[in-house]
């Protein structure tokens, strides 16, 4: 007690020796102090009664009135409120109270501070709305409060800071549009509005703001076009509109009208329309990022006149059109010395990788051209990008060998190079990469999956891998025995080694020992390992010294097993073809006589003649493959049906052709165009004549239907395909294929399989036509058969086929033909070429650029609302793209991709059917 009344009495000493002057600010600020907490307990100790005012920390006084100026306890850990006696500090012209965990609203009393210029409060974590009374402060300067929770709208009454030069909002909670009223701060120069909820176009009376040179409006639900007041702030250095749904292209002349720019920012928007070859003009970009958007047009070659180019980002766009050409631009970048990031990665970029970009900046150091359709060969000069440390050319055609140059890269840390057709061994130069770790490790990741290299893994690989965390060589032939420093790598979260040719002892030390960050499934001749990888134990040594012996006899029995399965096997299709030789024999001899009764009688050229009216053109529907097909009314049986007359080379040796139609007779679905008979006669000029008379599907075929501009006007259907009815068509046709596969007792191949030979009844139900008439031909007459291959281009040339062509083959037809109906584009379309097929398109586009290639009458036909169509969409397109996997051991089973193909139906229409 008696310690607190001298304390006091020394303080009012105090007092008078300083005079009272300061008494309100004194007040107030030791209010203020009461207020916060200081995390760093130190921060505001000086604020005491025993020191003069001005000297307490952050303090600054008039040199005159000695009264408080500016409060500067930026970045002083404090906590708690503003205590709104922070307005009673009347003289103050600078208050910064950034950098801090100051939480609660802003004190209305802030209002009163009428001579404030500088008001920052940003980084906290202020709350409630920007209190109206703050726009009384009508001298502010430069006002920020960014990085707060700040609610509400953007108050239009913000017009009433006429001197407002810098006005920074961003990273708040705020609402709303832009006032429009914001266009009378005519001296704002940078202004920021990022990271907020803000929508609506931006008013175009920001026209006025022309010394505007820094505008951030990223990261909100700004949309409509790019703002037109925007072409008018010539002195424009740092544009930021990341983040919105900004629209619409861009004007052609946007480099002329915005010279001053340096950094432009407008990526994850939907603009769309080409980049503007006068961007080229602004000679200080430095970054343009326009990533995430629709741009399309090519990638201009003038980038290369800006010298200080650092950053461009492309990314995810349409850009390119498929072919060479596309790449030209990276020849002009190498004038760009300053580059470090060039991301052109997801676009349609074609041609071959030039050689030039190995004169790109070293001090480039990331460099992705994923997802594009590049050929060719990694140049050895990549060695030359000495800064290297990201290199993405993932899901590109590039063939050819890892350079060993890739050993100069001593930065690389992340190298994905995965889905290529890349061959060759890993390069022993790998190891060089570590010279510059020396100890430490460094994380890294390195994908190589679904390429065709081979060889061992280098010894020295894991001198650079040490600080792997993703590993991935999967489906690769390499061979060779799994190194067991993988085991010893300790940051290391995945290593895929699986389909592969590796062999001999799985390690199970180390990382080996967690079946969750090892797969190694898919490599023939591995052995032991940990329990839970399932592979056959090593087989014991009696003499355990010899351990290189005991691999070499597991090889050799192996070997030996296989060997005896082969002749095995062998022996038991040549027995069955002995048989089935004999069988048809038997058959041919035989039953000959006897079709004759089975098949109708009455079908005679003469009669069809007659029922197709002399097979008059009104009656022709369409020439498919192996002949011309005719509606015809049969009398006799009072129903029109479909005619297809065969178009044969070879005269006679037709004497089975009943017997055979016979046979195709028998296999019956309700998914197969039914066959009622066959025809074999001589026309009135005595030449063989062969029909196959079909029941008639109304709805004419599923071509028709996807590609309606190719069909004349009296035939085009009246309108498209539902996404609903494709789903049941393609559920149809592969009913089909499971049943003719799986339940028929000799698998037969229908080579043919493509929209012209699906056909749709009265329901638009699917029914695969022309089903076993290759196989019939192909025995009958040769000659038509591969006269027909050869002009309908059946076999692998035109995309439906795979290599296998009709042997078990029938998925990946299938698979295309699937593609075919989602994309409505045939596998022949201009846009496929070379190496880039109707599947490789559509895998680069997938998850999401699915709706930029799905049949756009799909997205125009009448769906419910809110129906996820991107989803079902991608589940379709995965199950196409699943059946046309090249290696038989991926693709899938036609059991298993019908049934995926009813649980999407039935997950996305269900109870519709
Ligand atoms: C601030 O000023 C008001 C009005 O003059 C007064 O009532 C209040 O007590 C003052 N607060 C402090 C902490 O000095
Ligand atoms: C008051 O502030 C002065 C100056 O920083 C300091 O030396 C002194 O220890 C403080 N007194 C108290 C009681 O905190
Ligand atoms: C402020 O802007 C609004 C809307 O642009 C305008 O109507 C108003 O006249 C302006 N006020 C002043 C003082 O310029
Ligand atoms: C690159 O620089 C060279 C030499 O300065 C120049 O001739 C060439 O036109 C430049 N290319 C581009 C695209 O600017
Ligand atoms: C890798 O290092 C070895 C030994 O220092 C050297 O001979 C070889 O040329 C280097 N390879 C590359 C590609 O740098
Ligand atoms: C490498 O690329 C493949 C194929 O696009 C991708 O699936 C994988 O996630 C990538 N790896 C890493 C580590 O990014
Ligand atoms: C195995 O690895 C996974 C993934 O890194 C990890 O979550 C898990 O804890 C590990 N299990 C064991 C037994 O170490």
């Known amino acids: 007690m008696r310690l607190f009344l001298l304390f006091s009495f020394s303080a009012l000493m105090l007092h008078e020796a300083y005079g009272f002057t300061d008494e309100p600010d004194r007040k107030a600020l030791l209010d203020f102090k009461s207020q916060v907490s200081e995390e760093n307990q130190d921060a505001l100790s000086s604020w005491n009664n025993s020191s003069p005012l001005c000297n307490w920390k952050g303090v600054t006084c008039g040199l005159k009135n000695k009264r408080v100026t500016r409060l500067n306890l930026g970045g002083c850990q404090l906590r708690g409120m503003i205590s709104p006696s922070i307005g009673n500090i009347s003289f103050l012209i600078s208050l910064n109270l950034s950098d801090n965990s100051i939480g609660g609203t802003i004190p209305y009393e802030v209002g009163n501070l009428f001579r404030l210029k500088y008001l920052n409060i940003s980084f906290n974590f202020l709350e409630g709305e920007i209190p109206d009374n703050l726009f009384n402060c009508s001298r502010l300067l430069d006002l920020d409060l960014c990085h707060n929770h700040l609610g509400g709208g953007v108050p239009s009454e913000l017009e009433s800071l006429e001197k407002l030069e810098t006005l920074d909002f961003g990273a708040n909670n705020l609402r709303g549009k832009l006032p429009a009223s914001l266009g009378n701060l005519t001296s704002l120069a940078r202004v920021s509005f990022s990271k907020n909820n803000l929508e609506g176009r931006i008013p175009d009376d920001l026209a006025r703001l022309t010394q505007l040179v820094h505008l951030g409006l990223g990261e909100n639900k700004f949309s409509g076009g790019f703002p037109p007041s925007i072409y008018n702030f010539s002195s424009l250095e740092y544009l930021n509109m990341f983040g919105n749904v900004f629209s619409g292209s861009l004007k052609p002349d946007f480099g002329n009208l915005l010279p001053k720019l340096r950094l432009l920012e407008m990526g994850t928007n939907s603009f769309t329309g080409p980049i503007p070859t006068t961007l080229s003009n602004i000679s200080n970009l430095q970054e343009f990022s326009i990533e995430q958007n629709k741009m399309t047009g090519s990638i201009s070659s003038s980038f290369g006149k800006l010298k200080n180019l650092k950053t461009l980002r492309l990314h995810n766009n349409s850009l390119g059109s498929y072919s060479s050409g596309d790449l030209e631009f990276l020849k002009a970048l190498s004038n760009c010395t300053q580059l470090q990031t060039l991301l052109v990665n997801r676009n349609r970029l074609g041609g071959v990788l030039p050689t030039s970009i190995t004169n790109l900046s070293t001090n480039l150091w990331k460099l992705d051209l994923g997802t594009n359709f590049i050929f060719g060969t990694i140049p050895y000069g990549i060695?030359?990008?000495?800064?290297?440390?990201?290199?993405?050319?993932?899901?590109?055609?590039?063939?050819?060998p890892l350079p060993s140059s890739i050993g100069k890269l001593s930065r690389l840390v992340f190298l994905n190079l995965t889905s290529n057709r890349m061959s060759g061994e890993i390069p022993s130069s790998i190891g060089n990469i570590t010279w510059r770790l020396c100890k430490f490790k460094r994380l890294c990741t390195l994908s190589v999956a679904h390429n065709k290299l081979y060889g061992h893994l280098p010894q020295v690989l894991g001198n650079w891998l040490m600080g792997a965390k993703i590993l991935d060589f999967s489906n690769n032939d390499f061979s060779g025995s799994i190194p067991g420093y993988f085991g010893n790598f300790s940051l290391l979260e995945y290593l895929n080694l699986s389909i592969n040719n590796f062999e001999g002892e799985v390690p199970t030390e180390g990382k080996f020992r967690n079946a969750t960050v090892v797969l190694v499934f898919g490599n023939q001749y591995l052995c032991g390992g940990i329990k839970e990888l399932k592979l056959n134990q090593c087989i014991v040594q009696a003499q355990p010294s010899h351990s290189s012996s005991s691999k070499k006899v597991t090889i050799e029995l192996s070997i030996g097993i296989a060997l005896l399965l082969m002749v095995l096997i062998m022996a038991y299709i040549s027995l069955c073809w002995f048989r089935k030789i004999k069988n048809n024999q038997l058959s041919s001899n035989s039953t000959y006589s006897s079709t004759r009764e089975v098949v109708h009688e009455k079908i005679s050229y003469a009669y069809l003649r007659n029922a197709t009216d002399g097979f008059s053109s009104s009656n022709l529907i369409g020439s498919g493959s192996f002949g011309t097909v005719f509606k015809a009314f049969l009398p006799t049986e009072n129903k029109v049906v479909a005619v297809k007359v065969l178009n044969l080379q070879r005269r006679g040796a037709m004497k089975s052709f009943l017997t055979e139609c016979e046979s195709l007779k028998d296999i019956r679905h309700r998914n197969l165009v039914k066959l009622l008979?066959?025809?074999?006669?001589?026309?009135?000029?005595?030449?063989?004549?062969?029909?196959?008379?079909?029941?008639?599907?109304?709805?004419?075929?599923?071509?028709?239907?996807?590609?309606?501009?190719?069909?004349?006007?009296?035939?085009?259907?009246?309108?498209?395909?539902?996404?609903?009815?494709?789903?049941?068509?393609?559920?149809?046709?592969?009913?089909?294929?499971?049943?003719l596969h799986v339940y028929c007792h000799e698998p037969i191949?229908?080579?043919?399989?493509?929209?012209?030979?699906?056909?749709?009844?009265?329901?638009?139900?699917?029914?695969?036509?022309?089903?076993?008439?290759?196989?019939?031909?192909?025995?009958?007459?040769?000659?038509?058969?591969?006269?027909?291959?050869?002009?309908?281009?059946?076999?692998?040339?035109?995309?439906?086929?795979?290599?296998?062509?009709?042997?078990?083959?029938?998925?990946?037809?299938?698979?295309?033909?699937?593609?075919?109906?989602?994309?409505?584009?045939?596998?022949?379309?201009?846009?496929?070429g070379g190496n880039v097929t109707l599947n490789s398109y559509i895998k680069l586009a997938l998850p999401e650029r699915v709706l930029d290639i799905a049949d756009n009458s799909i997205l125009n036909s009448g769906l419910r609302a809110g129906f996820p169509l991107d989803e079902c969409l991608i589940m379709v397109f995965k199950v196409g793209l699943r059946c046309c996997e090249e290696s038989p051991k991926n693709r899938l089973a036609t059991s298993e991709a019908r049934k995926e193909l009813i649980l999407i139906r039935e997950r996305f229409f269900i109870g519709r059917r």
Not at 383 to 400: I, M
Not at 706 to 717: D, F, G, K, S
Not at 784 to 807: D, K, Q
């Open 749 to 832: 191949a229908h080579c043919d399989l493509k929209p012209s030979n699906v056909l749709l009844d009265k329901d638009l139900t699917g029914h695969v036509s022309d089903f076993g008439i290759a196989r019939l031909l192909m025995k009958l007459d040769q000659e038509s058969f591969f006269n027909h291959l050869s002009s309908a281009g059946v076999r692998g040339t035109i995309g439906y086929a795979p290599p296998e062509y009709g042997m078990g083959g029938q998925p990946s037809i299938y698979g295309v033909l699937l593609l075919e109906m989602f994309t409505g584009k045939r596998p022949t379309n201009d846009l496929f």
């Open 383 to 400: 060695g030359n990008l000495v800064s290297l440390q990201k290199l993405v050319l993932r899901e590109n055609l590039l063939t050819g």
């Open 677 to 739: 008979t066959a025809c074999s006669s001589t026309d009135l000029q005595g030449n063989d004549f062969r029909a196959l008379i079909y029941e008639l599907m109304p709805n004419g075929s599923l071509d028709m239907w996807l590609h309606p501009e190719e069909v004349e006007e009296i035939r085009r259907p009246s309108r498209t395909l539902t996404l609903f009815e494709r789903l049941n068509i393609a559920v149809d046709v592969i009913s089909v294929l499971e049943y």
